[in-house]
């Protein structure tokens, strides 16, 4: 399956897909419990260790990409 280059992805279910930042895990946006905002983007992530770690320094899985 290739995938083009946005925001996320559709899986073959047609669910937003989306990578944890912090793990590089996949993560189901309709399901994903674990989010922040971050210069107007929203980011999901795989668990509450991820998003903690994301909160605390969001500039460190971020960069220049927001």
Do not use: W
Request: net charge negative; with cysteine; hydrophobic share 30%.
């Amino acid at each position: 399956m290739e995938f083009l280059e946005t925001d996320h992805q559709l899986d073959h279910n047609g669910k937003h897909l989306n990578i944890d930042v912090v793990c590089g895990m996949d993560v189901i946006e309709e399901k994903s419990k674990h989010q922040s905002m971050y210069l107007g983007a929203t980011y999901y992530f795989c668990s509450n260790a991820c998003q903690k770690h994301f909160d605390n320094f969001p500039e460190r899985y971020v960069g220049d990409k927001a």
